[in-house]
């Protein structure tokens, strides 16, 4: 009870004139409620911790909606399932470096936003090799840690995809292209070192085509305008990737049915001359033909009779293998087309007026600005052949004017460049379409030339990082690099360093390999079978598995082998939940916690690799 309650004369010893005992008691009790609700007020508002200052505390969040948005096609509304555009290795770096580098690396991840990166204490990376983000879902039992600790998780391409591996992809950070054509320029030395090493590669490979009874025509090289020539001007590999376009090294990306139809094909050569153009009737019923943007109408496909493979062997015919194809957002229309061209200047991406990396300018605009041209005007709907023309004139300026000419992008670092734009900047050569498809299954295995290794970056930058992982993975991707590495020779092991590390460095790399063995375990039916299979696995895990195993009779049914390989892997997995706990508990306040699962490589189903994020 208040004093100013006791001196209104409210109290409930003091018996009013006409006032009975119980209206009394009743306020009495009302009095000592909200006496009771006040104290419990204060001893909630004394209790409750105090908010930590969103300004001194880095945030994560994802992007992937807005992603999605950059890729899709405007005119189309988005569905609840639609699937989000592909993510890599790759994303993951560009987080990784974001991180650690903020002020002196400048390109920002595509699929997340990192607030007040540098209030970031350090970054711990958990590598789980062999574990899927199908195995995260299908086994939740068996991650309650990592299920309930961390707030973001997306998948990825697994890098067993294109026979890679996580370590390589994260490590192998690209060098900007004007970096490797200043070094290869500038250095008499380098340029011919250089040049030796591209015509090695060349002459290798055309023994390798001869070798398999493969004829490559010979290439007229282009005439060269004074600063670069036309091939300066191809997407590279990640551009592609990025942007949606038909990849062969891509096998474990399903997308929905596309809701546009091929209608119209019309093909241009470099003299603005049109040399293909025709109308095609797609076998699925047409709901909306958006004639305001297509310029199809219902009566102009009723005679057609051209389908989408007449279109696909007539351009085969008609084009070489080496042409290099030009468009706006061509990866709509290789879609549309179901091909797949490695030779492709995308004037979307060569002229940028926002500034923006990922905001792309609408061919209209481009051709108003440049060629002073006003197309699609007509209210009949886009004409393709005017479109094709308008992307072509703006490509033949571009090769006048030079690199830098329309694009306002060109001062940053670009996403990937490859060794295909160091190769035609310095010799002027053409290369085959062969020579650039192996080049791009194996992009992330390019030239070193074209490479800073991440940990050099960090170092550079004076910040402490330790990797610690088996001594043959170490040699492998390490040897070149002066940095603290633990090899360690069991999990358990492992752990405990990792333990140790993230309370005192800027960077920690761990990988953890109790799944190594699971595809034996799993084809593994008898006990002397699993014991064989085991027989690579840590100690611990060796001396568990067989004391359990060793029993079992030759010939047990195949039913109950399977069920005991299974909970064998979910006693790995378990274990494995808890040492990264081990890990998470030991990590320095705001630091970055990444457990990153490397996916499968299997062939008979999707294996994708995820990764799990939180501010710690």
């Given at each position: 009870?208040?004093?100013?309650?006791?001196?209104?004369?409210?109290?409930?010893?003091?018996?009013?004139?006409?006032?009975?005992?119980?209206?009394?008691?009743?306020?009495?009790?009302?009095?000592?409620?909200?006496?009771?609700?006040?104290?419990?007020?204060?001893?909630?508002?004394?209790?409750?911790?105090?908010?930590?200052?969103t300004a001194e505390w880095p945030a994560l969040y994802l992007?992937?909606?807005?992603?999605?948005?950059?890729?899709?096609?405007?005119?189309?509304?988005?569905?609840?399932?639609?699937?989000?555009?592909?993510?890599?290795?790759?994303?993951?770096?560009?987080?990784?470096?974001?991180?650690?580098?903020?002020?002196?690396?400048?390109?920002?991840?595509?699929?997340?936003?990192?607030?007040?990166?540098?209030?970031?204490?350090?970054?711990?990376?958990?590598?789980?090799?062999?574990?899927?983000?199908?195995?995260?879902?299908?086994?939740?039992?068996?991650?309650?840690?990592?299920?309930?600790?961390?707030?973001?998780?997306?998948?990825?391409?697994?890098?067993?995809?294109?026979?890679?591996?996580?370590?390589?992809?994260?490590?192998?950070?690209?060098?900007?292209?004007?970096?490797?054509?200043?070094?290869?320029?500038?250095?008499?030395?380098?340029?011919?070192?250089?040049?030796?090493?591209?015509?090695?590669?060349?002459?290798?490979?055309?023994?390798?085509?001869?070798?398999?009874?493969?004829?490559?025509?010979?290439?007229?090289?282009?005439?060269?305008?004074?600063?670069?020539?036309?091939?300066?001007?191809?997407?590279?590999?990640?551009?592609?990737?990025?942007?949606?376009?038909?990849?062969?090294?891509?096998?474990?990306?399903?997308?929905?049915?596309?809701?546009?139809?091929?209608?119209?094909?019309?093909?241009?050569?470099?003299?603005?001359?049109?040399?293909?153009?025709?109308?095609?009737?797609?076998?699925?019923?047409?709901?909306?033909?958006?004639?305001?943007?297509?310029?199809?109408?219902?009566?102009?496909?009723?005679?057609?009779?051209?389908?989408?493979?007449?279109?696909?062997?007539?351009?085969?015919?008609?084009?070489?293998?080496?042409?290099?194809?030009?468009?706006?957002?061509?990866?709509?229309?290789?879609?549309?087309?179901?091909?797949?061209?490695?030779?492709?200047?995308?004037?979307?991406?060569?002229?940028?007026?926002?500034?923006?990396?990922?905001?792309?300018?609408?061919?209209?605009?481009?051709?108003?600005?440049?060629?002073?041209?006003?197309?699609?005007?007509?209210?009949?709907?886009?004409?393709?052949?005017?479109?094709?023309?308008?992307?072509?004139?703006?490509?033949?300026?571009k090769l006048q004017k030079g690199l830098d000419f329309g694009d306002a992008?060109?001062?940053?670092?670009?996403?990937?460049?490859?060794?295909?734009?160091?190769?035609?900047?310095?010799?002027?050569?053409?290369?085959?379409?062969?020579?650039?498809?192996?080049?791009?299954?194996?992009?992330?295995?390019?030239?070193?030339?074209?490479?800073?290794?991440?940990?050099?970056?960090?170092?550079?930058?004076?910040?402490?990082?330790?990797?610690?992982?088996?001594?043959?993975?170490?040699?492998?991707?390490?040897?070149?690099?002066?940095?603290?590495?633990?090899?360690?020779?069991?999990?358990?092991?492992?752990?405990?360093?990792?333990?140790?590390?993230?309370?005192?460095?800027?960077?920690?790399?761990?990988?953890?390999?109790?799944?190594?063995?699971?595809?034996?375990?799993?084809?593994?039916?008898?006990?002397?079978?699993?014991?064989?299979?085991?027989?690579?696995?840590?100690?611990?895990?060796?001396?568990?598995?067989?004391?359990?195993?060793?029993?079992?009779?030759?010939?047990?049914?195949?039913?109950?082998?399977?069920?005991?390989?299974?909970?064998?892997?979910?006693?790995?997995?378990?274990?494995?939940?808890?040492?990264?706990?081990?890990?998470?508990?030991?990590?320095?306040?705001?630091?970055?916690?990444?457990?990153?699962?490397?996916?499968?490589?299997?062939?008979?189903?999707?294996?994708?690799?995820?990764?799990?994020?939180?501010?710690?």
């Amino acid at each position: 009870m208040t004093e100013s309650e006791m001196q209104d004369g409210s109290s409930p010893n003091k018996v009013t004139e006409g006032s009975s005992l119980s209206d009394l008691m009743g306020k009495r009790k009302q009095l000592l409620h909200k006496l009771k609700k006040q104290r419990l007020k204060e001893k909630r508002r004394l209790s409750k911790p105090e908010k930590k200052d969103t300004a001194e505390w880095p945030a994560l969040y994802l992007t992937l909606k807005e992603l999605l948005e950059q890729q899709r096609n405007k005119h189309v509304p988005i569905k609840a399932d639609e699937e989000l555009p592909p993510l890599f290795m790759l994303d993951l770096q560009h987080l990784l470096t974001f991180a650690l580098l903020p002020d002196s690396y400048k390109y920002y991840p595509r699929w997340c936003k990192l607030a007040r990166p540098r209030k970031v204490a350090s970054v711990v990376v958990i590598v789980i090799d062999q574990l899927s983000s199908n195995d995260l879902e299908e086994h939740q039992e068996c991650f309650p840690f990592m299920k309930k600790t961390f707030d973001i998780f997306t998948e990825m391409i697994s890098p067993y995809q294109y026979g890679s591996s996580v370590m390589e992809d994260v490590f192998h950070v690209p060098v900007s292209r004007a970096t490797i054509k200043s070094k290869a320029m500038n250095d008499e030395e380098g340029r011919i070192k250089l040049k030796n090493h591209i015509d090695g590669v060349h002459k290798s490979q055309l023994q390798l085509q001869q070798s398999l009874g493969i004829t490559v025509p010979d290439t007229p090289t282009p005439t060269p305008v004074p600063d670069f020539d036309r091939t300066s001007l191809l997407l590279n590999p990640m551009q592609m990737m990025q942007d949606g376009y038909p990849m062969p090294i891509v096998k474990c990306v399903s997308r929905p049915p596309r809701e546009n139809e091929l209608t119209r094909v019309s093909v241009i050569n470099e003299k603005l001359e049109t040399v293909y153009d025709t109308l095609v009737k797609p076998f699925n019923r047409i709901t909306n033909y958006l004639t305001q943007y297509s310029g199809i109408t219902k009566k102009m496909l009723v005679p057609v009779k051209t389908r989408l493979k007449d279109v696909q062997k007539h351009l085969k015919k008609l084009l070489p293998s080496d042409a290099i194809w030009v468009g706006q957002s061509l990866n709509g229309d290789l879609l549309a087309l179901k091909m797949f061209h490695p030779y492709v200047i995308d004037t979307s991406v060569i002229y940028n007026m926002s500034g923006i990396k990922w905001k792309k300018t609408g061919l209209k605009v481009l051709a108003a600005h440049f060629l002073k041209q006003d197309i699609q005007a007509g209210e009949s709907g886009h004409c393709s052949v005017e479109d094709a023309r308008a992307a072509m004139e703006l490509v033949r300026l571009k090769l006048q004017k030079g690199l830098d000419f329309g694009d306002a992008t060109r001062s940053v670092i670009d996403a990937a460049p490859s060794a295909d734009g160091v190769a035609n900047d310095v010799t002027g050569e053409v290369e085959t379409a062969t020579q650039v498809m192996d080049k791009r299954r194996l992009f992330f295995q390019q030239n070193k030339s074209c490479y800073k290794n991440f940990l050099s970056l960090i170092m550079d930058d004076k910040k402490t990082a330790t990797v610690i992982d088996k001594s043959d993975t170490l040699s492998t991707h390490l040897s070149d690099v002066s940095v603290c590495c633990s090899a360690e020779t069991s999990d358990k092991a492992r752990t405990v360093a990792a333990s140790q590390a993230v309370q005192k460095q800027d960077f920690v790399w761990v990988q953890l390999h109790a799944l190594n063995h699971r595809k034996k375990i799993e084809t593994a039916n008898t006990g002397e079978e699993k014991a064989i299979a085991e027989s690579g696995e840590e100690e611990e895990t060796a001396a568990s598995v067989g004391k359990s195993e060793i029993g079992d009779s030759a010939n047990e049914k195949e039913e109950e082998g399977e069920k005991k390989s299974e909970d064998l892997i979910k006693r790995y997995m378990k274990r494995i939940d808890k040492r990264v706990k081990r890990i998470a508990k030991n990590v320095r306040p705001k630091s970055l916690v990444c457990v990153v699962l490397s996916g499968q490589p299997s062939k008979k189903g999707i294996h994708n690799a995820g990764v799990l994020l939180n501010i710690m």
